[in-house]
């Protein structure tokens, strides 16, 4: 009885502090590697386990079914790609340097019948999978299902396995997880004008609060609410897009249960962390091993974030803004920090655009309805080869810029500065850009892996979207329809409103700890 009781207690507990978010939130074996090749597009054929990548330009259009196009919905451009045979699966994947444009990738036979087909919703990348082709000529047709004006990019890759046939490690070997940072981009001083920015509105409903070039704030008000009440006291906020990475060869898999917690006595409410962690208790991270057991580990904390209306990851990402005093030699001075408090990710995009390594494992995450909102045997995390962006809308997605003059800076985006997750490399964990801020116009220089521009170790990222780096192509060419690219992988808003029933939790709290 005494357990039901406590039980009875938990769920109550639980369904007042998700329905106090003002409504559900609407969020968002390790593979051979392609070999270069001139295959495929330009009349050669495609081998087995070769990849081929391409430039598709620019599109425009709203062709929500095949038969409208190539008419005044838009264009449909179509690429012919030649296979060998005792493939076991073909792979075409796009890329969109933004999520809220909308392609779908269809892969057709000799007959003009859709063999498979896929869309990016909401996504960067995705791409359509056929089993067993047949060796022979098929069409790429790439559909502007929802496209704004915007690029894409295409690649292919013919595979001789799937991977759940490729051989394992011998033995019980851990796979971990590597987390990496998308580096920072779209700057700015504009706070989202969406006042319910932290409840994940599409993109495309989450403008800058800016009239005529005139925008009064930077900062949302829970990033200006006092630090006593898990606010951030921001005056001026420097904003970014920024994400976590996962490039090792296991998922990220993070599990949490604020039901059992309550229950358990582990999970408590914080009224002084009430704008950014209402609720927190015990994350755990599992351990995927190379026989298929697993292991969980105690890894840092969990939260209820009440302006995102779900729970987070705490303290994935950290930020930092070093003043540049010398551009040569790269001396420069730290002078301002944010922390993001919390992330609860999704599958959005691929890590590396040239490896062929993403998984669909699925771990959970940032999905309607899903893991991020559950208050009981919650999951979230990154399948192999994924990651994800909170763009510069989200809450905490700043760092702290008052009173510093123009001149050049170095944003660094780091991910578990407290080591909270086990990792195959915790030595890789930080992304920079580098910024020329003039009256609050801020220009991109560089963007990339590593501490600095002056890090000898550096990635540079070029190109316009999140998760694209620099490369040395192999060879170029160009075909009727695109830019073909082979090469080895290898080479290569103002602020969230407060709940409403934000006070009365709060005061609920204060007669739980008199009561006890």
Request: contains cysteine.
């Amino acid at each position: 009885m005494q357990q039901d009781a406590k039980r009875r207690a938990g769920l109550w507990m639980a369904a007042a502090i998700l329905t106090s978010a003002s409504g559900l939130a609407w969020p968002h074996g390790t593979a051979q590697a392609p070999v270069a090749s001139k295959a495929g597009l330009n009349g050669g054929v495609l081998g087995l386990d070769e990849a081929v990548f391409w430039d598709g330009g620019t599109l425009a259009g709203n062709v929500q079914t095949a038969a409208l196009c190539d008419t005044a919905a838009g264009a449909c451009p179509t690429y012919k790609l030649s296979i060998a045979h005792g493939g076991a699966r073909l792979r075409v994947g796009i890329d969109s340097p933004v999520r809220t444009n909308t392609f779908a990738v269809e892969l057709l036979d000799a007959a003009g019948t859709v063999l498979a087909s896929e869309d990016n919703s909401n996504q960067f990348n995705s791409e359509a999978m056929l089993l067993q082709p047949a060796g022979g000529v098929y069409t790429v047709r790439v559909r502007p299902q929802s496209v704004q004006q915007g690029s894409y990019r295409m690649r292919a890759k013919l595979e001789s396995m799937l991977p759940e046939d490729l051989p394992r490690a011998p033995g019980v070997v851990p796979e971990l997880p590597n987390l990496k940072v998308v580096p920072p981009y779209e700057f700015g001083f504009i706070a989202p004008l969406n006042p319910l920015n932290g409840l994940y509105p599409p993109d495309t409903i989450n403008p800058p609060l800016d009239i005529a070039g005139i925008h009064p704030i930077s900062c949302t008000v829970d990033e200006m609410a006092p630090v006593a009440l898990g606010g951030g006291a921001a005056k001026k906020c420097l904003r970014f897009t920024s994400g976590p990475i996962n490039l090792g060869e296991g998922l990220y898999d993070m599990r949490f249960d604020m039901i059992g917690d309550f229950i358990a006595g582990t999970a408590h409410l914080a009224p002084q962390e009430a704008l950014s962690r209402l609720v927190i208790g015990p994350m755990r991270q599992v351990i995927h091993y190379s026989d298929g057991s697993t292991q969980e580990r105690s890894a840092g904390t969990y939260s209820f974030h009440p302006i995102h209306a779900h729970f987070h990851d705490d303290y994935v990402l950290s930020f930092r803004l070093y003043a540049v005093h010398d551009t040569a030699s790269g001396a420069m001075e730290r002078v301002g920090e944010g922390t993001k408090s919390g992330f609860c990710p999704a599958d959005q995009l691929w890590g590396d655009w040239y490896s062929f390594d993403q998984g669909y494992e699925v771990p959970g995450g940032d999905e309607p309805l899903g893991n991020c909102t559950s208050p009981a045997n919650g999951v979230m995390g990154l399948s192999v080869g994924w990651g994800d962006v909170y763009r510069w809308q989200r809450p905490g997605m700043y760092v702290e810029f008052y009173g510093q003059p123009n001149g050049r800076y170095v944003v660094q985006s780091r991910v578990d500065e407290r080591d909270a997750i086990l990792e195959s490399n915790e030595n890789d964990n930080v992304a920079y850009a580098y910024v020329q801020v003039e009256n609050d116009v801020v220009q991109l220089l560089e963007r990339g892996w590593g501490e600095s521009p002056w890090d000898p170790s550096k990635t540079v990222f070029a190109g316009n979207g999140p998760a694209q780096r620099e490369v040395l192509p192999m060879q170029a060419s160009t075909p009727d329809t695109g830019k073909l690219m082979t090469q080895s992988p290898t080479e290569a808003a103002d602020g969230g409103a407060l709940p409403l029933g934000l006070l009365s939790l709060l005061l609920m709290a204060a007669g739980l700890r008199r009561r006890h």
